[in-house]
C-alpha cells in the first residue's frame, strides 16, 4: 500500500459532489450522537450503547438478506436490544450482563445473514465499518426522520431526564416519572444508533456517541457548553472523517474513529494543565 | 383545618417480618413532626410509603386529600446523605433549579425570576457563593445544603427529610434545621424529619412518632420521651435522662444495635 491510498487529494473538487449527501447525513449522525452522547455518559450506558449497535447490524444485515430497507432493518434491531436493555436492566449491574449476552448474538446473527447475502461484499462490510458514497437520497431522507424524532422528544424531556439522572430518589419524589423516561431515552439512544450505524458502521459507533460526550465532559462542567462541545466534537470527526476518507481508498471509520480519539486525547490533555494551573493558583 | 397527610391503619411486612403496624396519625399543616427509632425501625421505609413508592401491606395513607401515589409537586424530600456521580455536568445553581421546575418538560433554560428564586434558596442556606460549583467538588455537607435548597425552592406543602443533618457541622445543623422549621412555620408547610437525634431539633419538634419493633408511640417531646413510655415501647427497661435540656436515652438496646447506650 503506498501513501497515497491513505492520502490522496488529486481529483477532490470533483469527488466532493459524489459525497454531498454523506456530508449532510454525517453532519445529522453528529449532531443527535453528540447530544444523546452526554445522557449516555452519565447514565453509565456507554457499553449498552455497543450492544445496541450490534442487534442494529444484524436487523440491518437481515433486513438486507431478506430485500427489505436497510435503515428500518437497523431501526428495528436497535429498538428490539434498546427494549430488552431498558425492561430487563433496571439496574446497572445487571444491565451490563444482558448486553454482553446480547451483543455476541447480534453480531453472530448479523454475520449469518452477510453470510447467506450474494450481494457484494463491499456493501456487506459497509454496515459493520462504515461506508461514505452508500448514502442515498431515500436514506438521506430517512435518516433526517430520525434525527429529528430524536432532537424533538430529546428537547422535550431534558430538564426531567436531567433530574432523574442528577438523583432518581428526588425526582421520582417531585413527580418525574423516572423509569418512563430511562425507557424513552434508551428508546431515542436506539433511533440514535440505528442512525449512526449506516455512516460510520456498527463496530465503531461509539466513537459518535460516547468519545465526543467524553471530551466534552473533560473540559466544562457546564449544562450548555458540555453539549455544545460534545456536538461540535462529533462534527469534527464526522464531517473531518468523511472529507479524508475522500482523499484515499479506505473505509471512513478509521478516520473518524482517530479524530475523534485525538479530540480525547487533546480533552485529556487540556483538562489535566488546567487542574495544574489551578493548583499553583 | 385539613390534614396534610393522613396514615389511617398503615402495616408494612415483608414476609414474616412486620416492619410496623397499624400506624394512625395526622400531619397537620405547619407542624413539625420528628420520626426516630432505632435502624432497620422503618423509618426511611415510612418516607417511601409516603412518596408512593412503597406500597402498603394494608392500609391507607392520604396526601392532600388523595391517595399517595409516586411523589408530588407539592413534597419536597431531602434524602439521606450519599456519594453523587461526579461526571454530572452540573452546578449548584442547576441542581437547585431542578427542586422548582425538573419536573417539567422542555430545556432548562434561566429566566431572571428563576435565576432569583435560585439565589434566594441558595441565600437561606448560606451558600450564594457556591452556585457556580461543580456538584462533583462539594463535600457532603455542601451537597447536604444544596438538597435542602432544592427541597424548600418549591415551596412544597410537606417536607420530608431523611436524617438531613447527618453529614452536616453543628454550624450548618442549627442552620439547616431552623431553615426547615422557618419553612414550617412561615409557610406552613407540614414536616416529617427523620433522625436519631432529637436534640438539634428539640426547639421545632410539636410531635414525636417513635417507631420500635413495629409498634410506635406519638406525642409530644415530653409525652413520649418518658421512662415508661419507651420501656412499655421497646418491653425492655429503659432510662430516659434530661440533662441541661438534653435528652439522653440509655439502654435502648436493639437487634440492629450493639451499643449500649443510644443518643436520641
Given at each position: ?136 437520497d431515500p436514506k438521506l431522507a430517512s435518516l433526517a426522520v430520525i434525527s429529528a424524532i430524536v432532537l424533538v422528544v430529546l428537547f422535550l424531556i431534558w430538564r426531567p431526564l436531567l433530574f432523574a439522572t442528577l438523583d432518581v430518589e428526588v425526582a421520582a419524589a417531585r413527580g418525574v416519572k423516572t423509569k418512563l423516561l430511562g425507557i424513552v431515552f434508551v428508546l431515542l439512544l436506539g433511533l440514535a444508533v440505528a442512525g449512526a450505524v449506516q455512516v460510520v458502521g456498527a463496530l465503531l459507533v461509539l466513537a459518535l ?73 | ?264
Amino acid at each position: 500500500m503506498e501513501f497515497s491510498d491513505v492520502f490522496n487529494f488529486s481529483d477532490y473538487d470533483r469527488l466532493i459532489p459524489l459525497v454531498t449527501n454523506s456530508l449532510w447525513a454525517g453532519a445529522l449522525i453528529a449532531l443527535i450522537g453528540g447530544l444523546v452522547g452526554v445522557f449516555v455518559m452519565n447514565r453509565e450506558l456507554s457499553f449498552a450503547v455497543h450492544g445496541i449497535s450490534e442487534l442494529s447490524f444484524a436487523g440491518a444485515a437481515i433486513f438486507l438478506l431478506i430485500g427489505f430497507d436497510v435503515v428500518l432493518g437497523s431501526v428495528v434491531g436497535s429498538i428490539t436490544a434498546a427494549l430488552i436493555i431498558a425492561l430487563l436492566g433496571d439496574k446497572s449491574k445487571d444491565r451490563n450482563s444482558i448486553v454482553a449476552v446480547l451483543m455476541p448474538f447480534g453480531l453472530g446473527l448479523g454475520i449469518l445473514a452477510l453470510a447467506l447475502y450474494p450481494g457484494r461484499a463491499a456493501n456487506k462490510f459497509g454496515l459493520l465499518t462504515g461506508q461514505i458514497v452508500a448514502v442515498d437520497d431515500p436514506k438521506l431522507a430517512s435518516l433526517a426522520v430520525i434525527s429529528a424524532i430524536v432532537l424533538v422528544v430529546l428537547f422535550l424531556i431534558w430538564r426531567p431526564l436531567l433530574f432523574a439522572t442528577l438523583d432518581v430518589e428526588v425526582a421520582a419524589a417531585r413527580g418525574v416519572k423516572t423509569k418512563l423516561l430511562g425507557i424513552v431515552f434508551v428508546l431515542l439512544l436506539g433511533l440514535a444508533v440505528a442512525g449512526a450505524v449506516q455512516v460510520v458502521g456498527a463496530l465503531l459507533v461509539l466513537a459518535l456517541l460516547v468519545t465526543p460526550a467524553a471530551a466534552a465532559l473533560r473540559l466544562s462542567k457546564s449544562q450548555l457548553w458540555v453539549p455544545v462541545l460534545s456536538v461540535l466534537f462529533a462534527m469534527v470527526s464526522m464531517l473531518g472523517g468523511i472529507l479524508l476518507a475522500l482523499g484515499g481508498g479506505l473505509p471512513i471509520s478509521p478516520y473518524v474513529t482517530t479524530i475523534s480519539f485525538l479530540i480525547y486525547l487533546i480533552a485529556r490533555g487540556a483538562s489535566w494543565v488546567i487542574d495544574k494551573t489551578a493548583v499553583k493558583a | 383545618m385539613t390534614a396534610v397527610l393522613s396514615v389511617d391503619g398503615a402495616t408494612l411486612s415483608f414476609d414474616d417480618k412486620v416492619i410496623w403496624e397499624n400506624l394512625n396519625f395526622q400531619v397537620q399543616p405547619g407542624e413539625f413532626v420528628a420520626l426516630i427509632g432505632a435502624n432497620g425501625s422503618g423509618k426511611s421505609m415510612l418516607l417511601k410509603s409516603i412518596l408512593g413508592q412503597q406500597q402498603l401491606t394494608s392500609g391507607d395513607i392520604t396526601f392532600m386529600g388523595k391517595k399517595a401515589s409516586s411523589g408530588s409537586t407539592d413534597i419536597g424530600y431531602i434524602p439521606q446523605h450519599r456519594a453523587l456521580d461526579s461526571h454530572l455536568p452540573l452546578r449548584v445553581f442547576d441542581a437547585v433549579r431542578l427542586g422548582l421546575d425538573g419536573h417539567r418538560f422542555g430545556l432548562p433554560l434561566t429566566s431572571s425570576k428563576t435565576k432569583g428564586a435560585v439565589m434566594e434558596a441558595l441565600a437561606k442556606v448560606d451558600a450564594t457563593e457556591m452556585a457556580n460549583i461543580p456538584l462533583g467538588e462539594l463535600s457532603g455537607g455542601e451537597m447536604q445544603r444544596v438538597r435542602v435548597a432544592q427541597a424548600l425552592i418549591g415551596k412544597p406543602k410537606l417536607i420530608l427529610a431523611d436524617e438531613p443533618l447527618s453529614a452536616l457541622d453543628l454550624n450548618h445543623q442549627q442552620v439547616v434545621s431552623g431553615l426547615i422549621a422557618d419553612q414550617a412555620k412561615k409557610q406552613g408547610s407540614a414536616v416529617i424529619f427523620v433522625t436519631h437525634d432529637l436534640n438539634p431539633i428539640s426547639d421545632y419538634v410539636d410531635r414525636v412518632i417513635y417507631l420500635a419493633h413495629g409498634k410506635y408511640e406519638i406525642g409530644t417531646t415530653d409525652e413520649v420521651m418518658q421512662s415508661d413510655v419507651l420501656s412499655k415501647l421497646y418491653g425492655t427497661e429503659i432510662d430516659v435522662v434530661r440533662n441541661q435540656g438534653r435528652i439522653v436515652v440509655l439502654g435502648a438496646h436493639d437487634h440492629n444495635h450493639h451499643e449500649d447506650e443510644q443518643w436520641v
